[in-house]
């Protein structure tokens, strides 16, 4: 490691590129069920379209059309394990608690399976499948306050909930609060 040099905090992860089977199948992923907006479309050898959230982004998602058959077949359900190389998943936040229940709504009334629903510390969140296997987490961010304090107890916090039927839509709001370690309480 260089000493004359350093690694600078970076501003966030900027945007993620997926290789996908068919890129009709992963457009309509994208835009009709998940609510991104397609930017562009370009021809790098395979065709590759970017998707941004909304204005002020250039592009939070792209897909590019794979040109190779895929060697095994995507996993039918998604869980939270080590087993596989790559990308574990990718998770996508929505504005705000109502944007999240709606989201949550519209993937239910399409046939969307949620293969885990729950709360975490920091998130609540429900975790699906792209079409080619690839863990997705929706989720909606907790008011800083309530997990800052303790973010890796917030981490490591998780309350599973109901994956179907309209228990899988219902949020509380009673969230736990990490406060800091060196806080005592009485
Ligand atoms: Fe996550």
Known sequence: MSESTQAQRPAGVNHLVLNVADIEISHRFWTELMGFELVSTVQLGSEMRFYRSGPGHHHDIAIMQCTQPPS?????????????????????????????????????????????????????????????????????????EVWDGDVRAALGHFEPLPTEGPEALEDRTDYPIFPARDVVTA
């Open 72 to 144: 095994e077949p995507a996993p039918q359900r998604w869980r939270p394990s080590g087993r596989r190389m790559g990308v574990n998943h990718i998770a996508i936040g929505y504005p705000d608690r109502e944007s999240f229940l709606a989201q949550l709504s519209h993937l239910q009334a399409n046939a969307v399976t949620f293969h885990l629903r729950g709360n975490h510390g920091m998130t609540h969140s429900a975790y699906i499948n792209d079409p080619d296997g690839n863990g997705i987490e929706v989720l909606y961010e907790l008011p800083v």
